[in-house]
């Protein structure tokens, strides 16, 4: 199992020396008002709850273990108190999903909608001869794949556009848009729910990368490079400047470091 390691409490040593408190933004890399805010007991208790429902059991070193190593601290110097709860966690609530692709399992972890952890398991795939495995990198379409069952019901904008227009030129190898094909789909929904009000009445992610192995003319094996050039088009479409929880960027993120573990 991988994830993007947070910085854990120990090594916010000196905040302790002025009692100021282990705030979300310490220790993810979380923005807005949730990177402000102290970590509260029951926080962390929300994560304990949420990651034993669905992955069995509180991981080791995982969110929720950090999340309560800086809420224990926090109320050691008495900056929250034991039943606290952070306003906009409580409020939003923390969520842990887990999606399974091509013999994978990714896990997301969000507090308030935000990605605090992100998790990527490989599911040993039995071949005929008994007690073989293979494991095989996951490729660009699918992380795509991904992408429709962890945020398949957000209404594509441009900055889903925008990234998925990447992934395809990533998996290519061109710059010409693919008539019919992902990026000239996402990009039509795009431009069509934004004549629209109400999101049930917009194209969902779903509706635009299921099958999208399928729909790629040519793909390749998730790498690094190509997680980071489907970042940047996805940011800078975006309004708020930030990549979706589970979007297309996220999703080619968690591919690409699944890879590098498979391979190192």
Same mark, same amino acid.
């Given at each position: 199992?991988?994830?993007?390691?947070?910085?854990?409490?120990?090594?916010?040593?000196?905040?302790?020396?002025?009692?100021?408190?282990?705030? $979300?933004? #310490?220790?993810?890399?979380?923005?807005?008002?949730?990177?402000?805010?102290?970590?509260?007991?029951? #926080?962390?208790?929300?994560?304990?709850? /949420?990651?034993?429902?669905?992955?069995?059991?509180?991981? %080791?070193?995982?969110?929720?273990?950090?999340?309560?190593?800086?809420?224990?601290?926090?109320?050691?110097?008495?900056?929250?108190?034991?039943?606290?709860?952070?306003?906009?966690?409580?409020?939003?609530?923390?969520?842990?999903?887990?999606? #399974?692709?091509?013999?994978?399992?990714?896990?997301?972890?969000?507090?308030?909608?935000?990605?605090?952890?992100? $998790?990527?398991?490989?599911?040993?795939?039995?071949?005929?001869?008994?007690?073989?495995?293979?494991?095989?990198?996951?490729?660009?379409?699918?992380?795509?794949?991904?992408?429709? %069952?962890?945020?398949?019901?957000?209404?594509?904008?441009?900055?889903?556009?925008?990234?998925?227009?990447?992934?395809?030129?990533?998996?290519? !190898?061109?710059?010409?848009?693919?008539? !019919?094909?992902?990026?000239?789909?996402?990009?039509?929904?795009?431009?069509?729910?934004?004549?629209?009000?109400?999101?049930?009445?917009?194209?969902?992610?779903?509706?635009?990368?299921?099958?999208?192995?399928? %729909?790629?003319?040519?793909?390749?094996?998730?790498?690094?490079?190509? /997680?980071?050039?489907?970042?940047?088009?996805?940011?800078?479409?975006?309004?708020?400047?930030?990549?979706?929880?589970?979007?297309?960027? /996220?999703?080619?993120?968690?591919?690409?470091?699944?890879?590098?573990?498979?391979?190192?």
């Amino acid at each position: 199992m991988s994830q993007g390691q947070p910085r854990r409490p120990q090594q916010l040593a000196g905040q302790g020396e002025n009692q100021e408190p282990i705030k $979300y933004g #310490d220790v993810f890399n979380v923005s807005g008002e949730l990177a402000n805010k102290p970590i509260a007991p029951q #926080d962390a208790a929300m994560m304990q709850t /949420a990651e034993t429902q669905v992955l069995g059991q509180t991981q %080791k070193g995982g969110t929720a273990a950090v999340m309560q190593s800086a809420a224990t601290r926090n109320e050691q110097v008495g900056v929250v108190g034991h039943n606290n709860i952070t306003d906009i966690a409580g409020e939003q609530g923390v969520s842990v999903a887990e999606t #399974d692709v091509a013999g994978r399992r990714i896990i997301t972890e969000a507090v308030a909608g935000q990605v605090v952890g992100q $998790y990527v398991q490989a599911t040993p795939v039995m071949t005929s001869q008994v007690g073989a495995v293979q494991q095989n990198a996951i490729t660009i379409g699918e992380a795509l794949e991904a992408t429709a %069952k962890t945020a398949g019901d957000k209404p594509v904008d441009q900055s889903d556009a925008a990234a998925v227009q990447a992934a395809e030129v990533r998996a290519t !190898g061109s710059n010409v848009i693919i008539p !019919g094909g992902l990026a000239a789909t996402a990009q039509s929904a795009a431009a069509h729910n934004a004549t629209l009000d109400r999101d049930e009445e917009k194209i969902k992610l779903n509706q635009v990368l299921t099958g999208a192995t399928a %729909k790629l003319p040519a793909d390749k094996a998730v790498t690094r490079q190509d /997680a980071e050039g489907v970042v940047s088009p996805e940011l800078r479409n975006n309004p708020n400047v930030a990549t979706h929880p589970g979007g297309v960027a /996220a999703s080619m993120a968690a591919a690409a470091r699944l890879n590098e573990n498979v391979n190192a």
